[in-house]
C-alpha cells in the first residue's frame, strides 16, 4: 500500500475532512471504509516510528 506524504494534513480530524468523510460514506461506503483504513495506518505508522525514535538512545553516532 503506497501512502502519500500529505496524508497526514487530510486526516479527519479536521471538521471539513469529517464532514468530507461522512459525505463519501453516504455515496460510496467500501471507498471510504478504504480511505479511513488508510488514515488509520498512516496515524498508526507515526505513533510507531515516534516511538522507536525516542526508544534509541541518543548518544549514537549520528549524534
Known sequence: ???SPDLSS???IDTKSLDDMHRLVKRDPDQALHKAAQQ???L???????S???ATPKD????
Not at 549514537?60 to 549524534?63: A, I, Y
Request: avoid cysteine; charged fraction near 25%; glycine fraction near 4%.
Open 1 to 3: 500500500m503506497i501512502i
Open 10 to 12: 487530510k486526516l479527519a
Open 40 to 42: 488509520f495506518e498512516a
Open 44 to 50: 498508526f505508522m507515526n505513533m510507531l516510528l515516534k
Open 52 to 54: 522507536m525514535r525516542d
Open 60 to 63: 549514537g553516532l549520528f549524534e
